[in-house]
Structures are given as structure tokens and as C-alpha cells.
């Protein structure tokens, strides 16, 4: 056993380890680029086609991985994707970057895990790591993970090694950089643990041990509860500042002076992106399991469900305060936040949205696909209101002030603005 456990680490030390990354998206395909850049012949598999032949084209289709750093890894034989599994024979470290998405009636969907852990099982070999990064229930590498890695005849432990560890990237951050952000590592054994900690060391400067791979799932999505709750902390406190008339970015802004024991949360028009609003779900529901009932989840769940609602309501209220109703009103919103969308068109308002970096979106119901307008004196000269839902740094927002006839800022971007036709959350 020792020998088998040496002989995966030198592989790693010695860069002659080969990094297979399933799934090539926000998480695996920084990671696969990492994991190259640190000397390791890399391949990433994913199951949409398209995806991996623009990376054998050496392009990038995440806006923080430079296509420049892509084609340099190709062309020098570091980097490379294939859409099937069959291209992984050989790999010595297995990690699984799939979604991690909610069902419709909000419960885990590990679908993409199971099938990333099923493909992997013609091509596991004695000896090697496989390491799970997508976001979950605490349980499911030892629950899901394990008994269908091991219907490949060989055992988690003793024939390979098995363990968790979270990606904790933030896409769009330019503030922490990869190889800064340090990451969890949890083994099933204590030789798992060393060889997914010895794998991690190359590519990032701290690798911070817990002691399975439980306690990292568990590490992960408390981290995201924690954002959640605290959301929806401040959500509930700007409904009161509202309505006691208090301007709850000025109450922020003076709480966040204290040097310790606070930390600034900042309200918005409901929860958006692929972790915050999903993540918790996975734990609540895991929790049932053991008749407990994650309260402080369903709570925030239920407070920063209701934004996009209040969102509504002051929208009505402006437009009511200038003679106008929501029927018929034309509302430009930035950056497609579907719910508000739906909430706007129901009362018959004629929405439309701009968003630099999402050119259609297609709506559940009615089905139909809406294109972002250009954000041009015209554009804005046709609307009643702008609702600004994210704060996207290459928004024209002097423009905005300029020509556009009332704004809701939910994001307090126009802060310090004290512009009569700006309203903010
Ligand atoms: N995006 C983030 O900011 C972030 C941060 C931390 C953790 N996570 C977690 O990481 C996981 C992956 O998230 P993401 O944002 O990279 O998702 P993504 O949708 O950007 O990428 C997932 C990729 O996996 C591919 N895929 C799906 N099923 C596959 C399969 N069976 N085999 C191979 N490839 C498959 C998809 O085609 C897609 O390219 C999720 O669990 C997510 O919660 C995401």
C-alpha cells in the first residue's frame, strides 16, 4: 500500500501525472488550464462536443480564461478535450467538474455527477485519484460517488483513491486569483488524503486538510448558506428601513466601519447566479433525511424569494407617483433577471433588457426568445423606467443618468446620486 501511495505522489511531484477534468466549464476548464500551466499533460472531457473542439482550436468559452493562455497550453501538447470518457484511459487524477442544479421542484440533481462517476468506470485504474469539485449534499462522495466509481470491480481506499474537494472560484473576481484562494482538501483515507493534498500543492499555495470528505462538503456549502443567510439578512432589513423611511445604504456603509465582528452584505433584487440561490437547497434537503429542518435556510430562501416581488412594488409605486400605470409601461431591465421579467409582463408591462455579456435569453413561459436592445439615447429615449438589477462594470451609466426618465437601482450603483428620477432598493 505504502509503495502504491508513493509511487501516484512522485507521479505528481514529477509532473508525469496525467489530469483528467470532466466537464469544462466556470470550474474545470480554470482548473484543466491551471493544472497545464503547472507542467501537467492535461484532458479535459465534456460532454458537449462543441465545447471541447473550441479548446482543441486552443479557444476559451469563459470569459476569465484567456484564449491567448489556451492556445499556448494546445499547441505546446499540455492541454487537450475529447467529448468521450474513452480518451481518459491512462489518467492518473480523475476530477469531476459537473453541474450540481436543482430540480424543478428545487431537489438535488446529481444526474451529472452519476454520470461523470459512471463514465469514469472503464477508465479507473489502480492506483489513481479521483477527486469530486462540484458543489453538494455533505455525503454524497462517500453515498454517490464511491458505490458507482466501485462497480468497476476495484475499491475506493484500497485500490484507488477517493476524495472531495470544493472549488471556490468567484468567475468575474479579478481580486483572488487561482493559485490564492486556498482549497479544502478532504481524503477517504488517510492515503487519499495525501494524494489529493500532494495533486492540490502543485497548483495552488495552500491546501488546507480536513479530516474526510465529508467535512469538506459540508466546509463548502456552509460557506454558501452563509452568504445566503446574510442576503437575506440585509433583504429583510432594507423592507423596514423602507418602510421607517431610512436609507439602508447610508446604515451599511456606517455598521461596516466597525473593524471586527461585521461584515458588509448588501441588499439586491433576489439572489441570482449558480451557487448562492442553489447550494443551500442541497443541504436543507439533505437534511430532511435526518428529520431536521435547516431553518435559517427556508427562511432566507423564503426572504430573498420575495425581492424580486419588492422589486415590483416599487417600481409600480414610481411609475404611480408620475400619473403612470405598470400596464403598458415600458421597462428596460439590466441584465435579464428572468423573475423580474415575468412579474413585469404579467400586469402587461413591455419589457425589454440589455445585457453586454448575454445576447438572447429565451423565457419559460410564454417560450419565447428576447435579444438585449443597445443601450443607445434611443433605446432609452422609449422607455418609462430602467430597472438596474446588476451592476456590470461596462454599463454606460452616465448615458443612463442622462437619458433614461426614471431608474430603479437595486444595486445602489448611482450611489452619492441625488437625481429625483434615480430610486434606489
Ligand atoms: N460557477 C461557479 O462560480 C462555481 C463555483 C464553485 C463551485 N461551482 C460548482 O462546480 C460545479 C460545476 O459548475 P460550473 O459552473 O463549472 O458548471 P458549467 O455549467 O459552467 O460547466 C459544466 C460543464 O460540464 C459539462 N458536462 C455536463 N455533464 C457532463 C458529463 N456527464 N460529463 C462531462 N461533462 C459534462 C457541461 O457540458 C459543461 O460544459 C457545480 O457543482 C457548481 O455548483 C461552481
Known amino acids: 500500500m505504502k509503495m502504491l501511495e508513493s509511487s501516484l505522489e512522485l507521479k505528481i511531484q514529477g509532473r508525469t501525472a496525467r489530469v483528467g477534468i470532466i466537464g469544462l466549464g466556470y470550474v474545470g476548464l480554470p482548473l484543466a488550464v491551471e493544472a497545464a500551466k503547472a507542467g501537467f499533460s492535461v484532458l479535459g472531457v465534456d460532454t458537449d462536443a462543441v465545447r471541447a473542439a473550441g479548446v482543441n482550436r486552443g479557444e476559451s468559452h469563459i470569459a476569465d480564461v484567456h484564449t491567448q493562455v489556451v492556445r499556448r497550453l494546445v499547441e505546446s501538447e499540455r492541454l487537450a478535450a475529447a467529448a468521450s470518457y474513452d480518451a481518459l484511459r491512462g489518467a492518473d487524477v480523475l476530477i469531476i467538474c459537473v453541474p450540481t442544479p436543482l430540480t424543478k421542484s428545487k431537489e438535488p440533481d446529481l444526474s451529472y455527477v452519476v454520470a461523470a462517476a459512471k463514465g469514469c468506470v472503464p477508465v479507473l485504474r489502480r492506483d489513481c485519484l479521483v477527486v469530486l469539485e462540484s458543489t453538494t449534499y ?225 423565457l419559460t413561459s410564454p417560450g419565447e426568445t428576447i435579444y438585449s436592445v443597445p443601450l443607445t439615447d434611443e433605446t432609452l429615449s422609449k422607455v418609462d423606467c430602467v430597472i438596474l438589477a446588476t451592476d456590470h462594470s461596462d ?16 444595486r445602489n450603483r448611482l450611489r452619492g446620486n441625488t437625481n429625483s428620477h434615480v430610486v434606489r432598493l
Open 395 to 410: 454599463i454606460d451609466y452616465q448615458r443612463l443618468l442622462d437619458k433614461a426618465p426614471l431608474i430603479i437601482d437595486t
Open 138 to 362: 455533505p455525503g454524497t462522495t462517500v453515498e454517490v460517488v464511491k458505490p458507482a466509481l466501485e462497480a468497476s470491480g476495484l475499491r475506493a481506499g484500497s485500490d484507488f483513491h477517493l476524495a472531495f474537494s470544493p472549488e471556490r472560484i468567484d468567475p468575474g473576481n479579478k481580486t483572488h486569483a487561482f493559485r490564492d484562494i486556498p482549497k479544502i482538501v478532504g481524503g477517504l483515507t488517510p492515503a487519499c488524503t495525501r494524494a489529493v493534498q500532494t495533486f492540490y500543492e502543485q497548483i495552488v499555495k495552500r491546501v488546507v486538510v480536513v479530516s474526510s470528505p465529508t467535512v469538506a462538503e459540508m466546509a463548502k456549502v456552509y460557506e454558501n448558506v452563509f452568504r445566503n443567510v446574510n442576503i437575506a439578512l440585509v433583504n429583510e432589513l432594507t423592507l423596514l428601513c423602507n418602510r421607517m423611511g431610512v436609507d439602508v445604504w447610508e446604515v451599511i456603509d456606517a455598521a461596516a466601519t466597525k473593524p471586527y465582528g461585521f461584515m458588509p452584505f448588501y441588499p439586491g433584487p433576489g439572489v441570482g447566479g449558480h451557487c448562492i440561490p442553489v447550494d443551500p437547497y442541497y443541504l436543507s434537503a439533505k437534511a430532511r433525511e435526518y428529520d431536521f429542518h435547516a431553518r435559517f435556510i427556508e427562511l432566507a430562501a423564503t426572504v430573498n424569494d420575495s425581492m424580486p416581488y419588492y422589486v415590483l412594488s416599487r417600481v409600480t409605486g414610481a411609475l404611480g407617483a408620475r400619473g403612470k400605470t405598470l400596464r403598458g409601461a415600458r421597462i428596460m431591465v439590466l441584465s435579464p433577471s428572468l423573475k423580474i421579467i415575468q412579474l413585469l409582463e404579467k400586469p402587461g408591462a413591455v419589457v425589454t433588457y440589455h445585457d453586454p455579456h448575454v445576447p438572447s435569453i429565451t
